[in-house]
């Protein structure tokens, strides 16, 4: 629904006889949350829709004090879709925070990711788009008709995959709310766990959007696909590594820019813009403290030590998927890629996982691309020496390998993202505090030395992301 009067609104649900309306949103945690009222008092509803509600802040962020916690959630109407797992007729609207005076709550992941774009258009006029990549583990007890090899699930079909209906449901569900996919598709993970279940990978991409609703859909889409696998009585994992010996699942983001709503990444010869290079030149120079940001919890260092398809070294190279920035193949020949406002032509980030508050990593991507085009030389420069195409170096520097480390890259880091005001410094002091919590300096090596705490950690974050 789009530029609808709260009453227009009002009008809309009693015609589609809906009887609970859900004012949902979006917390430090990435999860979607939501707030439930019935429609039968008009006056009640239309106060709800125009004003929000309170909430208990501090149970919704960590770096919310407890004596100022009040806040609002303020739905906007133009976000509104139809409940489709919901036995009683449910209309969801997707909430902003506001703070007390009604302006946006200032450490709010969503205000965060706004004003690093503000930021970054006001001083380059350009717009990031992303596509995200939504990789999980389908987990059932019952064995597969048609066996395979271990991890040769990539594009596999049915017979030979348990759960391609499954994943075509979770499609047109997607599309039934009004998030666009470009595809979906079975991935290369396919094992027995210890636990008896076959562990199925999937993959479900999302189209390029600007980075506000990207991060939305991001969240909605981890509640579809959880909602559709409840109903058909099957698990499912996003955690970055669900099995130490079996590929993990990361959420790769397709990134491009449009200035005056032509694509900057490529020019007309089909080849690489320097505003490109600057943008990834900018996210090599932060990397390590990006994965702060984008690789949350413990299985998210296991998954990019393990080398299956995901980046450990800092460089970036066309299309070599070992790379943290891989350039894809652009294999339309009749398409004017420096017009495509679509984002065909992309460069690609590999380190992230679903652990992500997917706002707050958005948010810095920007901020490091932001930082690239405002520091050319030095973006041009990085840029130039890790380009794994042309330099031969064995000596790349390596992610980090634990929080920890990630914790401590965001600390030595932490005035780039703290800079013109975007991310606070309650939140990033919440950040490093968190990930010093996990004490997995040494993880790597404990978890070679001792199997039964690799089992105990990978069940604990199972549901993570």
């Known amino acids: 629904m789009e530029d609808l009067s709260t009453d227009e609104f009002v009008r809309n649900l009693h015609k589609t006889n809906t009887k609970i309306v859900n004012l949902c949103h979006i917390p ?61 007729s449910t209309t969801n609207i997707m909430c902003e925070y506001l703070a007390e005076d009604g302006m946006p709550l200032d450490v709010a992941p969503q205000a965060i990711l706004s004003k690093a774009e503000d930021r970054l258009y006001s001083r380059t006029q350009i717009v990031l788009m992303a596509l995200a990549e939504i990789e999980f583990y389908i987990a059932s ?26 994943r075509n449901e979770i499609l047109v569900t997607l599309d039934g709310i009004g998030i666009p996919t470009k595809y979906a598709h079975a991935e290369v993970g396919q094992f027995h766990s210890k636990q008896g279940f076959l562990m199925e990978q999937h993959e479900v991409e999302i189209l390029p959007q600007n980075l506000g609703r990207m991060a939305e859909a991001i969240a909605i889409s981890k509640w579809v696909v959880r909602n559709v696998c409840a109903k058909h ?124 508050n997917s706002h707050l990593l958005l948010a810095g991507i920007t901020v490091a691309v932001k930082y690239g085009l405002e520091n050319s030389e030095k973006a041009i420069d990085i840029a130039d020496s890790l380009n794994c195409d042309t330099v031969n170096d064995e000596d790349y520097k390596v992610l980090p390998l634990s929080c920890v480390e990630a914790a401590e890259c965001l600390q030595s880091d932490r005035g780039l993202y703290e800079a013109e005001g975007v991310f606070p410094k309650s939140v990033v002091d919440s950040m490093i505090k968190k990930l010093r919590s996990y004490k997995d300096e040494d993880l790597q090596l404990r978890l070679r030395q001792n199997a039964d705490e690799a089992e105990d950690l990978l069940i604990r974050y199972w549901h993570y992301g």
């Open 141 to 166: 007890q019952r064995p597969p008709l048609y066996p395979t090899r271990i991890n040769n699930n990539y594009h596999q079909s049915s017979p030979f995959t348990a759960f391609g209906d499954v």
């Open 233 to 356: 009585n099957l698990s499912v994992t996003f955690s970055p590594k669900p099995s130490l010996l079996h590929p993990g699942n990361g959420m790769h983001l397709h990134l491009c820019g449009l200035r005056n709503s032509r694509n900057v990444v490529a020019n007309s010869k089909k080849s690489l813009t320097t505003d490109a290079k600057l943008m990834i030149g900018g996210i090599l120079t932060m990397a390590s403290s990006l994965t702060a940001l984008g690789n949350t919890i413990p299985p998210s260092y296991l998954r990019l030590a393990s080398r299956q398809e995901s980046p450990l070294h800092i460089c970036w190279g066309n299309r070599d998927r070992a790379a943290l920035i891989r350039i894809p193949l652009w294999w339309n020949p009749m398409q004017d890629l420096a017009k495509d406002d679509h984002c065909t032509a992309t460069f690609e980030y590999r380190a992230p996982d679903l652990s992500t």
């Open 28 to 88: 430090e945690d990435g999860s979607l949350r939501s707030l439930s009222f019935t429609v039968r008092s008009i006056e009640k509803l239309r106060d709800v829709l125009e004003f929000g509600e309170r909430v208990d802040g501090s149970s919704l962020f960590s770096f919310l004090e407890p004596s100022k916690s009040d806040i609002y959630i303020a739905p906007r109407l133009e976000s509104s879709f139809t409940d489709p797992f919901s036995s009683i």
